[in-house]
T-cell receptor, first 115, second 109 residues
Framework: DTGVSQDPRHKITKRGQNVTFRCDPISEHNRLYWYRQTLGQGPEFLTYFQNEAQLEKSRLLSDRFSAERPKGSFSTLEIQRTEQGDSAMYLC?????????????FGSGTRLTVV | KNEVEQSPQNLTAQEGEFITINCSYSVGISALHWLQQHPGGGIVSLFMLSSGKKKHGRLIATINIQEKHSSLHITASHPRDSAVYICAVRSQGAQKLVFGQGTRLTINP
């Protein structure tokens, strides 16, 4: 297993376009998280899944954002009608809830630039 | 006031110096994470703590639950330690992490 993979690494899009990002977690990990990080700030929570169920969504996740994890494995994050304020690094992380282990593994992120 | 505060925000030191980065938080937590982020964005988990102290190579992390405070120490610092170090906490009963704003560390040769 090569860790948490995110695709693409970089995305430049025009304002108003839709974009979709993918995250492949570590295969044994049942929890998957999406975070957003703007320049100079720490990441902020967007949403998380346990298996295929989306258990929590941040108020940051407006109606233009949707996330899925259809089979409890990979996840997609879609942003519709992108705005310049959506420009950020989108980070995915996964973890396993077993025993006392809550260690997180992060992906390398998808950097979105909306022009 | 943010739930997680780090200090300093920026730190520049010479190679070989002992480095301390501090993290204070305001909520009851079940775990605290120290993370390292290099330019380009990828985040690496360094430590997860719920009490006491952990050591890995030249890195040491401590936590004082009563004082709601944690420190990350780097001994014999090296230019390759230059990165942003982020403290994040998981509140009791929650799954998500709440992050500090990060400390940008630069180690000069």
């Amino acid at each position: 297993d090569t860790g948490v993979s995110q695709d693409p690494r970089h995305k430049i899009t025009k304002r108003g376009q839709n974009v979709t990002f993918r995250c492949d977690p570590i295969s044994e990990h049942n929890r998957l998280y999406w975070y957003r990080q703007t320049l100079g700030q720490g990441p902020e929570f967007l949403t998380y899944f346990q298996n295929e169920a989306q258990l929590e969504k941040s108020r940051l996740l407006s109606d233009r954002f949707s996330a899925e994890r259809p089979k409890g494995s990979f996840s997609t994050l879609e942003i519709q009608r992108t705005e310049q304020g959506d420009s950020a690094m989108y980070l995915c992380a996964s973890s396993f809830t077993g025993g006392s282990s809550y260690g997180y593994t992060f992906g390398s992120g998808t950097r979105l630039t909306v022009v | 006031k943010n739930e997680v505060e780090q200090s300093p925000q920026n730190l520049t030191a010479q190679e070989g110096e002992f480095i301390t980065i501090n993290c204070s938080y305001s909520v009851g937590i079940s775990a605290l994470h120290w993370l390292q982020q290099h330019p380009g964005g990828g985040i690496v988990s360094l430590f997860m703590l719920s009490s006491g102290k952990k050591k890995h190579g030249r890195l040491i992390a401590t936590i004082n639950i009563q004082e709601k405070h944690s420190s990350l120490h780097i001994t014999a610092s090296h230019p390759r330690d230059s990165a942003v170090y982020i403290c994040a906490v998981r509140s009791q009963g929650a799954q998500k992490l709440v992050f500090g704003q990060g400390t940008r560390l630069t180690i000069n040769p």
